[in-house]
């Protein structure tokens, strides 16, 4: 279904749009509607980022001098000069001062365990965690593998990297050892963390195994850190937590992702500490409607970039983070019920998650403590789009926040926004900050055709170059319009400006 052909999905209530976390920053800067926002975010950079920042009172140890700097070229262009963070502070560490009684993690294992942490407890397993690896010989800079399930210590590691200023590096738990050794050895992993083993399905999943198998032929990697499923404790000793997080510059490298591309070589995406942050924490917020309190559910995994997505977005606005083991259809309500066990209020799922729901039955569960449902990985089509939002969003009580990025663009380039209705399979927008466009092969901008989706401005989450490879960088992503990011997809904009995507145009 084309979306200039659809009827209104959801339609923001007056109350909904008085309490959104995007109205309220469009107020703050003068702004009447969306379109206008969005240009004060592409016009403005410094004034609409430094906005960002005090209303969602984002801990940043000092302000920035220059908000962006492009001396090098559009392709490498560095931001916020001057400041200096650390995302750990600002996703836990400040939380545990502000709120330290607030929940920070809930696991849901399959075998329905449950553990709860606090902020001020997630804190003091993230400072712990960090001296361990510490001890281990991580400093700054260091690549640190994350192998493992959807759990609450997956976040220790990640922020623990993140504390000492190590650059973590998550791979997909489901990746065999072939996989998981391709991006030992590109990255350079000094350390891995892992788990022995994890449910899925019923059955006990092997990790270590695989681990073994990849370190084999990964060199660099000098120690493994096994996470024990069945205790919950880690295989190496714990410190005190009482060694401080390290304030680093906003440039500084903070993630190296892998698109989830199938030809060649992995290409290691890396995203840096400043960036990552306020990119994220800015669509957590103004396009997902996340706030302080929340429950965040993502059905996901930290291989993929919603992993640490939910991480951050989740933690630098003070919300919890729902970690669900294995799948989510076992059994086949799973993802349903544990939406009405925890009230969850941010519930994030793909195309193909709810496709393969369907044949399983409507939700019998309570989902009145959704606001909105979060969706991504592929286009939507019709029939998918339709269900989910009758029995999950409630025929247009809440709205489905439909976004498309990618793993290089730390963020997401289109995303409904809850200031505007949205139309069934839509994109809705540019997201705030990014300069979008449809191109045709020969570089004109186009509306109501297929074209090319390109950003013609850089914009604070964008990759800082795959990984060890300056030239296939540069050659995938800015060859082929000079000087405008070429993603890869077909775009079109129909006549009310609604944006839709139409499959890959290349493979990434």
Same mark, same amino acid.
């Given at each position: 279904?084309?979306?200039?052909?659809?009827?209104?999905?959801?339609?923001?209530?007056?109350?909904?749009?008085?309490?959104?976390?995007?109205?309220?920053?469009?107020?703050?800067?003068?702004?009447?509607?969306?379109?206008?926002?969005?240009?004060?975010?592409i016009?403005?950079?410094?004034?609409?980022?430094r906005?960002v920042?005090?209303?969602?009172?984002?801990?940043?140890?000092?302000?920035?001098?220059?908000?962006?700097?492009?001396?090098?070229?559009?392709?490498?262009?560095?931001?916020?000069?001057?400041?200096?963070?650390?995302?750990?502070?600002?996703?836990?560490?400040?939380?545990?001062?502000?709120?330290?009684?607030?929940?920070?993690?809930?696991?849901?294992?399959?075998?329905?365990?449950?553990? *709860? %942490?606090?902020?001020?407890?997630? =804190?003091?397993? !993230?400072?712990?965690?960090?001296?361990? $690896? +510490?001890? #281990?010989? &991580?400093?700054?800079?260091?690549?640190?593998?994350?192998?493992?399930?959807?759990?609450?210590?997956?976040?220790?590691?990640?922020?623990?990297?993140?504390?000492?200023?190590?650059?973590?590096?998550?791979?997909?738990?489901?990746?065999?050892?072939?996989?998981?050794?391709?991006?030992?050895q590109?990255?350079?992993?000094?350390?891995?963390?892992?788990?022995?083993?994890?449910?899925?399905?019923?059955?006990?999943?092997?990790?270590?195994?695989t681990?073994?198998?990849?370190?084999?032929?990964?060199?660099?990697?000098?120690?493994?850190? *096994? %996470?024990?499923?069945?205790?919950? =404790?880690?295989? !190496?000793?714990?410190?005190?937590?009482? $060694? +401080?997080? #390290?304030? &680093?510059?906003?440039e500084?490298?903070?993630?190296?992702?892998?698109?989830?591309?199938?030809?060649?070589?992995?290409?290691?995406?890396?995203?840096?500490q400043?960036?990552?942050?306020?990119?994220?924490?800015?669509?957590?917020?103004?396009?997902?409607?996340?706030?302080?309190?929340?429950?965040?559910?993502?059905?996901?995994?930290?291989?993929?970039?919603?992993?640490?997505?939910?991480?951050?977005?989740?933690?630098a606005?003070?919300?919890?983070?729902?970690?669900?083991?294995?799948?989510?259809?076992?059994?086949?309500?799973?993802?349903?019920?544990?939406?009405?066990?925890?009230?969850?209020?941010?519930?994030?799922?793909?195309?193909? $998650?709810?496709?393969?729901?369907?044949?399983?039955?409507?939700?019998?569960?309570?989902?009145?403590?959704?606001?909105?449902?979060?969706?991504?990985?592929?286009?939507?089509?019709?029939?998918?789009?339709?269900?989910?939002?009758?029995?999950?969003?409630?025929?247009?009580?809440?709205?489905?926040?439909?976004?498309?990025?990618?793993?290089?663009?730390?963020?997401?380039?289109?995303?409904?926004?809850?200031?505007?209705p949205?139309?069934?399979c839509?994109?809705?927008?540019?997201?705030?900050?990014?300069?979008?466009?449809?191109?045709?092969?020969?570089g004109?901008?186009?509306?109501?055709?297929?074209?090319?989706?390109?950003?013609?401005?850089?914009?604070?989450?964008?990759?800082?170059?795959?990984?060890?490879?300056?030239?296939?960088?540069?050659?995938?992503?800015?060859?082929?319009?000079?000087?405008?990011?070429?993603?890869?997809?077909?775009?079109?904009?129909?006549?009310?400006?609604?944006?839709?995507?139409?499959?890959?145009s290349?493979?990434?």
């Amino acid at each position: 279904m084309a979306a200039g052909d659809a009827t209104w999905t959801w339609t923001p209530s007056a109350e909904q749009l008085k309490h959104a976390n995007v109205a309220r920053l469009a107020r703050a800067l003068g702004c009447g509607d969306y379109s206008s926002l969005h240009r004060v975010s592409i016009d403005d950079p410094d004034r609409f980022w430094r906005a960002v920042v005090a209303d969602l009172d984002l801990e940043l140890t000092s302000p920035w001098d220059t908000v962006r700097d492009d001396s090098r070229g559009i392709e490498w262009t560095t931001w916020f000069e001057g400041a200096r963070l650390n995302i750990a502070t600002a996703c836990v560490h400040t939380w545990a001062g502000r709120t330290p009684d607030a929940v920070a993690a809930v696991f849901r294992g399959e075998d329905g365990t449950r553990d *709860e %942490w606090t902020f001020a407890e997630l =804190s003091l397993h !993230v400072a712990k965690f960090a001296e361990s $690896l +510490a001890a #281990l010989g &991580v400093e700054s800079g260091d690549r640190v593998a994350i192998y493992m399930p959807m759990c609450a210590e997956v976040a220790v590691a990640s922020h623990a990297c993140a504390h000492l200023g190590a650059v973590q590096v998550p791979i997909f738990s489901g990746f065999g050892a072939a996989a998981v050794a391709q991006r030992l050895q590109d990255s350079g992993a000094k350390v891995v963390v892992t788990a022995d083993w994890s449910y899925r399905r019923g059955r006990r999943t092997p990790m270590r195994e695989t681990i073994e198998a990849a370190v084999r032929s990964a060199p660099s990697v000098e120690r493994v850190v *096994e %996470w024990r499923r069945d205790d919950r =404790s880690w295989s !190496v000793p714990l410190g005190d937590g009482t $060694l +401080a997080p #390290l304030e &680093v510059p906003a440039e500084h490298p903070y993630l190296l992702a892998y698109t989830s591309g199938t030809t060649g070589r992995p290409k290691g995406a890396l995203h840096v500490q400043g960036g990552f942050l306020l990119s994220i924490a800015r669509e957590a917020a103004y396009q997902s409607d996340i706030r302080a309190g929340d429950r965040v559910l993502f059905s996901t995994d930290m291989g993929w970039i919603m992993g640490p997505w939910t991480l951050v977005g989740a933690g630098a606005l003070g919300a919890s983070v729902v970690f669900m083991e294995g799948a989510p259809d076992w059994p086949e309500d799973r993802l349903w019920q544990l939406v009405e066990e925890e009230r969850v209020t941010m519930l994030g799922v793909s195309p193909t $998650l709810i496709r393969a729901l369907i044949p399983k039955g409507e939700p019998s569960a309570d989902l009145s403590s959704l606001r909105a449902i979060t969706t991504t990985g592929e286009p939507w089509n019709a029939g998918p789009y339709a269900w989910l939002d009758a029995h999950a969003a409630g025929s247009g009580r809440i709205p489905i926040v439909n976004i498309s990025g990618g793993t290089e663009v730390g963020a997401c380039f289109l995303s409904v926004t809850p200031m505007a209705p949205t139309k069934p399979c839509s994109l809705g927008f540019p997201a705030l900050g990014l300069a979008m466009d449809v191109y045709s092969s020969e570089g004109a901008s186009l509306r109501r055709e297929v074209g090319e989706l390109v950003c013609t401005r850089a914009w604070p989450g964008m990759t800082r170059g795959i990984w060890g490879d300056d030239a296939r960088y540069l050659e995938t992503y800015w060859s082929r319009f000079p000087g405008v990011w070429t993603h890869g997809d077909w775009a079109s904009v129909d006549e009310d400006g609604y944006w839709s995507l139409h499959g890959r145009s290349d493979d990434t």
